[in-house]
């Protein structure tokens, strides 16, 4: 039986080489026009790639399109519309563009979705009535283009087939719009995004934002150099409370009897992130190469850029690396503490011989 070829062959085969820097673990639904290659030169840079280098050498702010859950009660979609819109305090907008304003517009936006929940006939107890999603930006984003561009992601993404409403909030420093949309389409289908769907949609909010001349990028975290995972908000949350997660104590359990034996238990993933991370830097370099050899003074400059970022990424370091790391010198620490102490001890018995004496 034949075994297929590993996962980085496939990439090196099917993309453009600079695509492989940018290019996600679960493939979009479509190609992005950055992953399309000159027929005439498929090995160089397209005006979209270039495009792409230049903003993530240039660190374009980065959009989050996040899942922040599901609705799957009629009881839970109206507590969940009434708390983004402040009680009918904001006004809401829905897929045909209409306002929904204050408590009688919230009560009729509730009212309708209800009766159309009441409909479904076909929908399992546990199967959603909406999917809830969040569109930001960093501090400092024109909140007014935020706005137009998730209301433009909503109508591209679903205005056809499912209805949605969204809702602006700016009680927080990063303005960001959630956009709730019903899981039944018009066609029959329910809405369920995986992996390669978030992305497609981070990179069409991202493209909306530049269209408003807001400077975006939806790039995965190891084209920064990234690997480490965000951690979940549950997990964010035990942790403010004082709680250690499963996640901490198991992993800590681990590391802490690795340090104590001496030896590092092998994790063949561990590997296969540091060599994924060796390509992408070296892609960011042959690339930086061949600018520079255009002769072309905007060519050579991002040249240097490419070559600084690629500098300036941070250290291939995994949760379990930084662990390690915090209780070596937790141990160091306490160690040098301890001889300190033998130190001080002896010290004092030497003074109390002398006084003897």
Same mark, same amino acid.
């Given at each position: 039986?034949?075994?297929?070829?590993?996962?980085?062959?496939?990439? #090196?085969?099917?993309?453009?080489?600079?695509?492989?820097?940018?290019?996600?673990?679960?493939?979009?639904?479509?190609?992005? *026009?950055?992953?399309?290659?000159?027929?005439?030169?498929?090995?160089?840079?397209?005006? +979209?790639?270039?495009?792409?280098?230049?903003?993530? !050498?240039?660190? #374009?702010?980065?959009?989050?399109?996040?899942?922040?859950?599901?609705?799957?009660?009629?009881?839970?979609?109206?507590?969940?519309?009434?708390?983004?819109?402040?009680?009918?305090?904001?006004?809401?907008?829905?897929?045909?563009?209409?306002?929904? #304003?204050?408590?009688?517009?919230?009560?009729?936006?509730?009212?309708?979705?209800?009766?159309? +929940?009441?409909?479904?006939?076909?929908?399992?107890?546990? #199967?959603?009535?909406?999917?809830?999603?969040?569109?930001?930006?960093?501090?400092?984003?024109?909140?007014?283009?935020?706005?137009?561009?998730? &209301?433009?992601?909503?109508?591209?993404?679903?205005?056809?087939?499912?209805?949605?409403?969204?809702?602006?909030?700016?009680?927080?420093?990063?303005?960001?719009?959630?956009?709730?949309?019903?899981?039944?389409?018009?066609?029959?289908?329910?809405?369920?995004?995986?992996?390669?769907?978030?992305?497609?949609?981070?990179?069409?909010?991202?493209?909306?934002?530049?269209?408003?001349?807001?400077?975006?990028?939806?790039?995965?975290?190891?084209?920064?150099?990234?690997?480490?995972?965000?951690?979940?908000? !549950?997990?964010?949350?035990?942790?403010?409370?004082? !709680?250690?997660?499963?996640?901490?104590?198991?992993?800590?359990?681990? !590391?802490?009897?690795?340090?104590?034996?001496?030896?590092?238990?092998?994790?063949?993933?561990?590997?296969?992130?540091?060599?994924?991370?060796?390509?992408? &830097?070296?892609?960011?370099? *042959?690339?930086?190469?061949?600018?520079?050899?255009?002769?072309?003074?905007?060519?050579?400059?991002?040249?240097?850029?490419?070559?600084?970022?690629?500098?300036?990424?941070?250290?291939?370091?995994?949760? &379990?690396?930084?662990?390690?790391?915090?209780?070596?010198?937790?141990?160091?620490?306490?160690?040098?503490?301890?001889?300190?102490?033998?130190?001080?001890?002896?010290?004092?018995?030497? &003074?109390?011989?002398?006084?003897?004496?």
């Amino acid at each position: 039986m034949s075994r297929r070829p590993s996962r980085p062959t496939d990439l #090196a085969s099917e993309l453009p080489a600079i695509s492989y820097v940018w290019e996600t673990p679960n493939r979009r639904p479509r190609r992005a *026009e950055w992953d399309i290659p000159d027929p005439a030169a498929p090995g160089r840079l397209t005006p +979209a790639m270039r495009a792409k280098l230049e903003r993530i !050498v240039r660190r #374009a702010p980065e959009v989050m399109v996040k899942i922040t859950g599901r609705t799957k009660s009629v009881a839970h979609l109206r507590s969940h519309l009434a708390y983004i819109t402040r009680n009918g305090e904001l006004d809401a907008e829905t897929e045909q563009g209409a306002t929904q #304003a204050g408590r009688s517009g919230l009560k009729d936006l509730q009212q309708r979705w209800e009766d159309d +929940a009441g409909l479904d006939d076909k929908r399992r107890r546990d #199967a959603s009535l909406s999917v809830n999603i969040i569109l930001s930006m960093p501090a400092g984003t024109d909140a007014v283009g935020v706005k137009n561009s998730a &209301r433009a992601f909503a109508i591209e993404t679903f205005g056809y087939n499912h209805d949605y409403v969204f809702v602006q909030h700016l009680d927080n420093k990063h303005p960001h719009v959630h956009l709730t949309v019903r899981s039944l389409g018009q066609n029959g289908k329910r809405l369920n995004p995986r992996k390669a769907d978030l992305q497609a949609w981070r990179e069409r909010f991202a493209g909306e934002l530049r269209l408003r001349g807001i400077a975006a990028e939806a790039t995965p975290r190891r084209t920064r150099g990234r690997v480490r995972k965000a951690d979940r908000g !549950v997990v964010l949350a035990m942790r403010k409370r004082k !709680v250690t997660p499963d996640v901490d104590r198991l992993a800590r359990k681990e !590391v802490l009897s690795e340090v104590r034996g001496g030896k590092t238990a092998k994790h063949p993933w561990d590997e296969q992130i540091k060599t994924r991370q060796d390509a992408i &830097r070296q892609r960011y370099l *042959e690339y930086a190469a061949e600018l520079q050899r255009s002769g072309v003074p905007a060519d050579q400059e991002l040249a240097r850029q490419v070559r600084q970022f690629v500098n300036d990424m941070p250290a291939v370091e995994t949760r &379990r690396h930084v662990l390690k790391n915090e209780l070596s010198k937790l141990a160091d620490t306490r160690r040098r503490g301890a001889e300190q102490g033998v130190d001080a001890q002896r010290r004092d018995e030497k &003074r109390g011989d002398e006084r003897t004496r």
